[in-house]
T-cell receptor, first 112, second 114 residues
Framework: EDKVVQSPLSLVVHEGDTVTLNCSYEVTNFRSLLWYKQEKKAPTFLFMLTSSGIEKKSGRLSSILDKKELFSILNITATQTGDSAIYLCAGRGGTSYGKLTFGQGTILTVHP | DGGITQSPKYLFRKEGQNVTLSCEQNLNHDAMYWYRQDPGQGLRLIYYSQIVNDFQKGDIAEGYSVSREKKESFPLTVTSAQKNPTAFYLC?????????????FGPGTRLTVL
């Protein structure tokens, strides 16, 4: 059975701090790993990673995948209160419809 | 505006009742999905559909049913057989098929059983 585990489950920081969120996965016929941000309702797509060692970057957010060690990290630098959200990681296996297996999520709270 | 809509936002159900959650998309996506989100458990797949008139069970399909009569619509019925239906329900859609496929989510429906 496919499994995705995120850590920490929750994190409280102050504005300006840098945070690292972790995601480890065991996914049969792994194809890609996705990160989403969920503020109150719909998760919004952040990154998709398919190749090991290649960093994806968008503003203050960046993510990298290690296919040998089966994990990914999401970094957020100079955090702002608007970064407060649940961050979800999902692994995609090799089934025909590309099922996503989600981790439990990391709840990030950024205080002013 | 292109996107995914879900209705209602909030739904209250008495025990023993069936309720239907609506999901509509105008993204011209072939694939649609239903997830359930409980605190501390992430998202779990209930049902998915890759094409009109076809759907498959996900990991937690018991007590739920779906239909896919139109490409744009994928309603979910929570039946009285679902033992613990109180949860946040998310619908998603995607182009389908490729290993680089990205799922996009609707705003969700929060279901509470009274």
């Amino acid at each position: 059975e496919d499994k995705v585990v995120q850590s920490p489950l929750s994190l409280v920081v102050h504005e300006g701090d840098t945070v690292t969120l972790n995601c480890s996965y065991e996914v049969t016929n792994f194809r890609s790993l996705l990160w989403y941000k969920q503020e109150k309702k719909a998760p919004t797509f952040l990154f998709m990673l398919t190749s090991s060692g290649i960093e994806k970057k968008s503003g203050r957010l960046s993510s990298i995948l290690d296919k040998k060690e089966l994990f990914s990290i999401l970094n957020i630098t100079a955090t702002q209160t608007g970064d407060s959200a649940i961050y979800l990681c999902a692994g995609r296996g090799g089934t025909s419809y590309g099922k996503l297996t989600f981790g439990q999520g990391t709840i990030l709270t950024v205080h002013p | 505006d292109g996107g995914i809509t879900q209705s209602p936002k909030y739904l209250f159900r008495k025990e023993g009742q069936n309720v239907t959650l609506s999901c509509e998309q105008n993204l011209n996506h072939d694939a649609m999905y239903w997830y359930r989100q409980d605190p501390g458990q992430g998202l779990r797949l209930i049902y998915y559909s890759q094409i009109v008139n076809d759907f498959q069970k996900g990991d937690i399909a018991e007590g739920y049913s779906v239909s896919r009569e139109k490409k744009e619509s994928f309603p979910l019925t929570v039946t009285s057989a679902q033992k613990n239906p109180t949860a946040f329900y998310l619908c998603a859609s995607s182009m389908g098929g490729a290993s680089t496929d990205t799922q996009y989510f609707g705003p969700g429906t929060r279901l509470t059983v009274l």
